[in-house]
């Protein structure tokens, strides 16, 4: 699996920006995909999530101002950011997972991230 990002850049205060995240290979195998940030000096941390059935998932951070969406003919995962401030400066990556039933593990792959610059 290969996951390309795009979108990213930057934005005022306030605004908004949408992120996307193409997946390619054996892509029909992932069970969940996501979006995670790392901001500069800090641990890389989830943002949302959104599972083959549609379940989602979000950090507090971003509950009510972040939306996850999946396109599955597309294979392609996209993080719609309203509301933007500057504390979701960071750098965003792709993360796409599948459940290996031959190992019984996760296998986990990561996109190259794209950078979110929000100005105040």
């Known amino acids: 699996v290969q996951l390309q990002a795009f979108g990213g850049g930057l934005v005022q205060a306030g605004g908004s920006l949408r992120v996307s995240c193409a997946a390619s290979g054996s892509s029909s195998s992932i069970n969940v995909m996501g979006w995670y940030r790392q901001a500069p000096g800090k641990q890389r941390e989830l943002v949302a999530t959104i599972t083959v059935g549609g379940s989602t998932n979000y950090a507090d951070s971003v509950k009510g101002r972040f939306t996850i969406s999946r396109d599955y003919a597309k294979n392609t995962v996209y993080l719609q950011m309203n509301s933007l401030q500057p504390e979701d400066t960071a750098v965003y990556y792709c993360?796409?997972?599948?459940?290996?039933?031959?190992?019984?593990?996760?296998?986990?792959?990561w996109g190259q991230g794209t950078l979110v610059t929000v100005s105040s």
């Open positions: 993360h796409a997972a599948e459940w290996s039933y031959g190992t019984r593990e996760w296998k986990n792959y």
